[in-house]
């Protein structure tokens, strides 16, 4: 029977593929279902290169109020500094892409003018 009807799981495979690398971007990536959405529409175009020491389990590990060179030992040197030292992007598109794994760390100052993480921007960047 299996080998007579094979035909009848690719509908099954059609389905369940992209349902397994959308459950992937929610998982792995802590995406809201939205984003995971539409990186799984872009999943063979996009393309992210990161920073040197960047890892997804330290960006994880930057709260509010922690201080750049706390931000410095958990993921190393961004690869930009935007907006007066006020953003660190850690993910940048690779080649001429739109659709990249976006990694930013926002920043404010305090009174003593010391960088204080205001937020983190970890989502998925559809041009």
């Given at each position: 029977?299996?080998?007579?009807?094979?035909?009848?799981?690719?509908?099954?495979?059609?389905?369940?593929?992209?349902?397994?690398i959308l459950a992937y971007y929610i998982l792995?990536?802590?995406?809201?279902?939205?984003?995971?959405?539409?990186?799984?529409?872009?999943?063979?175009?996009?393309?992210?290169?990161?920073?040197?020491?960047?890892?997804?389990?330290n960006f994880a590990r930057i709260k509010p109020?922690?201080?750049?060179?706390?931000?410095?030992q958990l993921v190393g040197v961004p690869f930009?500094?935007?907006?007066?030292?006020?953003?660190?992007?850690?993910?940048?598109?690779?080649?001429?892409?739109?659709?990249?794994?976006?990694?930013?760390?926002?920043?404010?100052?305090?009174?003593?003018?010391?960088?204080?993480?205001?937020?983190?921007?970890?989502?998925?960047?559809?041009?």
């Open positions: 029977m299996l080998k007579k009807n094979w035909y009848l799981f690719t509908p099954l495979a059609l389905v369940g593929l992209p349902a397994l792995s990536f802590g995406y809201p279902v939205n984003e995971a959405i539409e990186a799984t529409s872009h999943f063979l175009q996009s393309k992210t290169r990161y920073a040197l020491k960047y890892s997804d389990r109020n922690m201080r750049g060179d706390q931000v410095f930009e500094r935007r907006g007066n030292d006020s953003e660190w992007l850690y993910a940048l598109p690779q080649g001429t892409t739109n659709y990249y794994h976006e990694r930013k760390v926002i920043f404010i100052r305090d009174k003593n003018n010391v960088p204080l993480v205001k937020e983190t921007v970890r989502g998925f960047h559809a041009d």
